[in-house]
């Protein structure tokens, strides 16, 4: 299973610097960090992006959401590399961080393979960006899996978990989605 | 306060990171935050900030974590009023 998330860095999405802001999201631990570091607002979204993303994998493995960002617990192994862990689960997680935005892709072990994109997204309403993102990642599938691009369409669980189908018959692959200002990225 | 003017005040503090206007428009008790407002989650943090603000109340992670439906906020919002 897999999931990512990115974060547009010059989209201020949230101040987080408002009152019992981080103190909702982040351990003492993980505030530490972000005072400790550099660039506090990088750092800050760093950790952030690998909640969601591992978030993203929970979702998919035990079919129930939940929002307490707390509940899940940040490490930085290195600088793009991190540890989550959610109760007695553990999720790995890659990033890239650029001037622009971080991206973060969660795996459930330390060593797979994925095939992931991040592109620009235009300025539009969430209704036809959410339509390009999928359009995109529907036909990298496509190519990479030799399927039917026409045959191809993604569903959403009751719950909201995006699910491939191809022909109408589910395909057993984990794929995640995330768009945040500027910018789409998917990974599979 | 009744329920339908509890709405109208969640109503008006989710406006601003609201990216659905239809969901909006139709907003009731049924209605989810993420999936049907598809207000980005750093937003929802937010949402719950202006909900402590609005009514002066403080909500914990453990209740926080439910707050994913209009529902859901009223049920928590009305239990920390009532041990005001």
């Known amino acids: 299973m897999i999931g990512n998330d990115i974060v547009d860095l010059k989209y201020s999405a949230s101040n987080w610097k408002r009152p019992r802001f981080l103190d909702k999201v982040f351990t003492q631990n993980e505030q530490a960090l972000i005072f400790s570091s550099e660039n506090k607002h990088e750092t800050l979204w760093l950790l952030w992006s690998m909640k969601e993303a591992a978030y993203k994998i929970h979702v998919q493995q035990f079919g129930e959401r939940f929002f307490n960002p707390k509940r899940l617990v940040c490490e930085l192994i290195s600088e793009d590399k991190g540890l989550i862990r959610i109760d007695d689960n553990n999720y790995f997680t890659t990033s890239a961080i650029t001037e622009n935005y971080v991206h973060t892709i969660a795996t459930l072990s330390a060593s797979t393979t994925n095939m992931n994109s991040v592109f620009k997204a235009e300025i539009a309403s969430h209704h036809i960006q959410s339509d390009i993102l999928k359009k995109a990642l529907l036909k990298s599938i496509s190519k990479t899996k030799q399927l039917p691009l026409q045959d191809l369409e993604i569903k959403k669980t009751t719950i909201g978990v995006p699910e491939l189908f191809c022909d109408d018959s589910k395909l057993p692959m984990s794929f995640s989605l995330t768009h945040c200002g500027r910018f789409s990225g998917f990974v599979y | ?84």
């Open chain 2, 1 to 84: 306060m009744t329920n339908d003017e509890l709405i109208a005040k969640l109503k008006t503090i989710v406006q601003p990171y609201i990216q659905d206007e239809e969901a909006f428009k139709n907003l009731n008790e049924d209605t989810d935050f993420i999936n049907d407002l598809k207000i980005n989650s750093a937003n929802l943090v937010d949402v719950i900030l202006d909900v402590e603000d609005e009514f002066d109340i403080r909500i914990e992670n453990d209740d926080m974590e439910k707050m994913i439906s209009v529902k859901a906020a009223m049920e928590i919002v009305n239990e920390k009023l009532a041990a005001k």
